[in-house]
């Protein structure tokens, strides 16, 4: 049985590229190989988390179990119940899978074997793409084959958090922030193809002008809204009609 996870963040300077090491969970808790799914049930929910890695005597990650696990379980009446249809059309194997799942006592015969890893130098972006394409909450760190530490959605947002931004010391005249937002707005791929313009007064900025649509639209918002010093933006453009985009 392993012990309580301990959350440590290191937040770094918007210059560097952050990694999995700068914030993942350390002093995470696991589970061995040879516990039982009764082991996993008291330390889930004495440690108030959904799954725990599962390591072997050399400390080497072999598996992760989650709640998802255990909950189908003959103990409490919550496995399948197929229809004869169901039960007629079954191969051997997968009836012979399925009593495993819902039988076994040992956490080495329902776990996940087959785990999304993720090195201590994965950067952020390469973190939410495995989360995203596994389809997964969170990713164990190792070194070496053995686990230093887990990476979890919540442990981004609170990277996300760590860069909430500060208002500007100085706040830049009118004139300086509206070239700042146009040139936040040159050369994007949706910029659009009418007139548009910027107009500033003590910190909010007006923009006027036409776009393709509301995308667009919300876009130049968006852009304006992350210029330092800009402290509102009213958005007055217009979405040019279907008509006129078409050449009617």
Known sequence: MGRILVRKYTPKSEEQIMQAKDIMTKGVVCLNVKDT?????????????????????????????????????????????????????????????DFVATHARHISDVMTKDVVTAKEEATLAELVDLIERHSIKRIPVVRAGKLVGVVSRADLLEALLSREPEGPVVRPTDKELRQTVIEALAHRPWVSKWPTNVFANDGVVHLWGFVQDDEVRNAYRVAAENVPGVRRVKNHLRSIPAAVTMGV
């Open 37 to 97: 799914i009764f082991d996993a049930a008291e330390l889930m929910l004495g440690a108030n988390v959904s799954a725990v890695p599962v390591i072997n005597d050399k400390d080497e990650l072999v598996g992760i179990l989650s709640e998802a696990d255990l909950v189908r379980r003959v103990e409490i009446g919550t496995s399948p119940r197929k229809s004869w249809l169901s039960r007629l059309l079954e191969s051997e194997a997968g009836a012979a899978h």
